[in-house]
Nanobody
């Protein structure tokens, strides 16, 4: 099973930016679909952004579209989530996940249930 380690979370003021990293341990990203998800206190885990490594096809939830950008550095075996214009509603634990089958016709799935391998999460807090 793929091992993933997130980093880059922290405390940021509203309007600020953070870049999250998701490092793949012991495997290359190319065959996978990779997703970023988040879970706020008392809420279900929700999809944020996904990417199919081979095709580069991406998906963004409406709540983060035009603010967040997902990218892959396959040489570094790392997936990034650049988050700009952060607001308090973005406060959550952010998780990355990967799965060899979470895509169809090159398009990554959004559903949390489609992803088998998860990182431990990194906390993002947006507050003044």
């Amino acid at each position: 099973q793929a091992q993933l380690v997130e980093s880059g979370g922290g405390l940021v003021q509203p309007g600020g930016s953070l870049r999250l990293s998701c490092a793949a341990k012991g495997f290359t990203l190319e065959p996978y679909a990779i997703g970023w998800f988040r879970q706020a206190p008392g809420k279900e885990r929700e999809d944020i952004s996904c990417i199919r490594a081979t095709t580069g096809t991406t998906y963004y939830a409406d709540s983060v579209k035009d603010r967040f950008t997902i990218s892959i550095d396959d040489a570094k075996k790392t997936v990034y989530l650049q988050m700009n214009s952060l607001n308090p509603e973005d406060t959550a634990v952010y998780y990355c996940a990967a799965d060899l089958r979470a895509y169809y016709n090159g398009i990554p799935y959004r559903d949390v249930a489609e992803y088998a391998s998860w990182g431990q999460g990194t906390q993002v807090t947006v507050s003044s």
